[in-house]
């Protein structure tokens, strides 16, 4: 089993910057393949970014490239989301995940999941 704990969400104005934080426990943390997705109200669940075990595959929905960056310091078994320019309809809960079979692309499928933490950007 792997526990994840999502946090640094919150209000932020358009153009603003937030960095979410993914704290793992449980199993090696370093076998994993991490991935961040988000759902926004009445849309489906949508692939955000995602690395492989040791962060050096990455790979980013088209919609956050160049804003959003994501990172892991296995040391310390977190991964993170940095998110910059960030605009209303990046408004949507925010999940991490992960994945033990993953390769870090946007087609990974889940082992584990966070509760989710609320991003919402104004205008």
């Known amino acids: 089993q792997v526990q994840l704990v999502e946090s640094g969400g919150g209000l932020v104005q358009a153009g603003g910057s937030l960095r979410l934080s993914c704290a793992a426990s449980?199993?090696?943390?370093?076998?994993?393949?991490m991935g961040w997705l988000r759902q926004a109200p009445g849309k489906e669940r949508e692939f955000v970014a995602a690395?492989?075990?040791?962060?050096?595959?990455?790979s980013y929905a088209d919609s956050v490239k160049g804003r959003f960056t994501i990172s892991r310091d296995n040391a310390k078994n977190t991964a993170y989301l940095q998110m910059n320019s960030l605009k209303p309809e990046d408004t949507a809960v925010y999940y991490c995940a992960a994945s033990l079979y993953g390769l870090g692309s946007p087609y990974d499928e889940y082992d584990y999941w966070g509760q989710g933490t609320q991003v919402t950007v104004s205008s």
């Open positions: 449980g199993r090696t943390f370093i076998n994993y393949a």
């Open positions: 690395f492989n075990w040791s962060g050096d595959i990455t």
